[in-house]
C-alpha cells in the first residue's frame, strides 16, 4: 500500500486540516457536523476565537470557550486546538471545543445533540429515576441512573456536585426535555482503552490482576480493565479438583498471558507458567526402575493414571494390571483414591509422559497386544496432557463405557 493510499484509508476524525488541504489539492474541506478536528489560532477578537483549516478555509468558535473559571485565556495565536466542527453559517465553520457553561451554550445543545457532541453539566440533585444535571447554564437535563457511571449506583449522592461530560440521547420542546447520558462516555471511554491495551499485550508477557470470577471451567481474572479466562488445566501442575480450593474471588494474582485472540477480544491466562515446572528434575527423582507410592486419580478402559506427586502422572496400561488375565477396564483391579506401589516403565521428559507398572509387576504374564489408544497417549504432545480438552475427552469415554457397560 503507497502513502497515498495509506492516507485515504486513515480516519477522517483523526486527520489534521493541514493534511486534510494538501490530500484535496487546496480545494475546500468538507466536514461532518461532530466531525474532530485539529486547528491552529490566527487571530483572537474580543468575542471571537479564528481559526486556520488549511489552504482557504477559515473557521471560528466561541472565545468563551477558551477561558478558565478565573476568565483567562488559555490559548494563544499560533497555538493548534482541537475543536468540534458544528455546522456553516454564511460560508463560515462554526466550531466548538466542547458544550460547557454559558450563554453560549445554549446555542449549540441542538447541534451537540444532533452531532454527537459530548457536553458538560453539573449534577444538582437526586431526582425520583436519576439526577438532574445542569448544563449551558440554566437548562436542566435529566440522567437515568442507569446512565450515570457504568457500575450500579449504591449511593447516588456521591454524585451531586460533581461536574461530568454527558452525551444528549433525547432533545424535545427547544431545551425544556434533555435526556443524558455519562455512561456513553464513559463506555466509549473504557472501549478505547481495552483496544489500547489489547495491542499492548504479548503473549508469554506476565501481568498482575485480581480474580472477579469463579466457575466450574476457570477463573476469570481482571488485568487492567480487561477480562482473561483462567483455565482449570493452568491453575496448577497437578489436577484442580475443586476451584474453590484453590484460588478466591478478590485474590491478586500474577499471570503469564497464554494465548491473545484479538478479533474474538479473548485473553487466556495462566497461573501454572509462574511456578516451578516438577517436570524439570523427573529423571532424577523418578529413575526407570524405581519404586515410589502413588495414587489413582482416573481409570479408564485402556489404563489407569497415577499421581506420584502435584504435576507427576503417569499411565499404567490395562496390560499390566491383570497379572496375566485380561481384564476390559482398569476398574475391574483398581478404585479412584487407591494408593498403590508402582515402579517406573519408562520416562519422557520432553513430552511429559511416564510409563508405570504395579511394583510387583511380572513382565512374563501380561498381555501383548498394546491398543491405540495407549500408543496415542504415549504420543501426546507435552501440552495436550492435562488440558481442558483432554479432561472433557476423557469423560466422554467414561461415560459412553458407563452406558456400554450398562
Known amino acids: 500500500m503507497n502513502q497515498e493510499q495509506q492516507n485515504m484509508n486513515e480516519p477522517i476524525e483523526e486527520q489534521s486540516f493541514a493534511e486534510l488541504f494538501e490530500q484535496s489539492n487546496q480545494e475546500p474541506v468538507w466536514l461532518k457536523p461532530g466531525q474532530k478536528v485539529e486547528a491552529r489560532i490566527v487571530k483572537i477578537s474580543p468575542e471571537w476565537v479564528f481559526l486556520d483549516l488549511g489552504g482557504k478555509n477559515e473557521g471560528y468558535l ?37 458544550i460547557g457553561a454559558g450563554d453560549a451554550g445554549r446555542i449549540y445543545l441542538e447541534d451537540a445533540w444532533q452531532s454527537g457532541i459530548p457536553v458538560e453539566g453539573v449534577v444538582d440533585k437526586e431526582v425520583k429515576g436519576g439526577f438532574e444535571v445542569r448544563i449551558a447554564g440554566t437548562i436542566r437535563g435529566f440522567c437515568p441512573f442507569s446512565q450515570m457511571g457504568l457500575a450500579r449506583i449504591d449511593r447516588p449522592a456521591d454524585y451531586v456536585g460533581q461536574r461530568l461530560q454527558f452525551i444528549i440521547t433525547e432533545y424535545g420542546e427547544r431545551g425544556r426535555n434533555v435526556i443524558l447520558s455519562n455512561r456513553i462516555i464513559l463506555a466509549k471511554e473504557q472501549q478505547a482503552n481495552r483496544e489500547a491495551m489489547m495491542q499492548s499485550l504479548r503473549e508469554g508477557q506476565i501481568v498482575k490482576g485480581k480474580i472477579i470470577s469463579l466457575q466450574k471451567f476457570g477463573a476469570f481474572v481482571d488485568i487492567g480493565g480487561l477480562h482473561g479466562l483462567l483455565p482449570m488445566s493452568e491453575i496448577a501442575w497437578g489436577r484442580t479438583e475443586n476451584i474453590n480450593d484453590a484460588l478466591k474471588v478478590g485474590e491478586e494474582v500474577e499471570v503469564a498471558i497464554l494465548k491473545m485472540d ?14 516451578a515446572d516438577p517436570w524439570e528434575k523427573v529423571e532424577s527423582e523418578y529413575p526407570e526402575g524405581s519404586i515410589h507410592s502413588g495414587k489413582v486419580v482416573r481409570l479408564m478402559n485402556f489404563g489407569a493414571f497415577i499421581t506420584l506427586k502435584p504435576g507427576i502422572d503417569g499411565l499404567m496400561h490395562i496390560s499390566r494390571l491383570g497379572a496375566g488375565k485380561r481384564i476390559n477396564h482398569a476398574s475391574e483391579v483398581l478404585k479412584e483414591g487407591q494408593s498403590i506401589e508402582v515402579k517406573i516403565e519408562k520416562v519422557d521428559k520432553t513430552a511429559k509422559r511416564l510409563s508405570l507398572v504395579l511394583a510387583e509387576h511380572d513382565a512374563v504374564k501380561e498381555q501383548k497386544e498394546v491398543p491405540e489408544d495407549y500408543q496415542q497417549y504415549m504420543k501426546k504432545t507435552q501440552d495436550s496432557f492435562g488440558s481442558l480438552g483432554d479432561q472433557l475427552k476423557d469423560r466422554m469415554v467414561v461415560q459412553l463405557n458407563e452406558k456400554e457397560g450398562g
Not at 478565573?70 to 468540534?84: H, M, N, Q, S, V
Request: net charge positive; hydrophobic share 30%; proline share 0%.
Open 62 to 98: 466561541d472565545k468563551k470557550e477558551l477561558l478558565n473559571e478565573a476568565g483567562d485565556l488559555t490559548f494563544k495565536e499560533g497555538d493548534t486546538i482541537r475543536a468540534y466542527f458544528l455546522s456553516s453559517r454564511q460560508s463560515e465553520k462554526l466550531f466548538t471545543t466542547k
Open 262 to 275: 484479538r478479533e474474538k477480544d479473548r485473553i487466556s491466562l495462566s497461573l501454572k507458567k509462574m511456578l
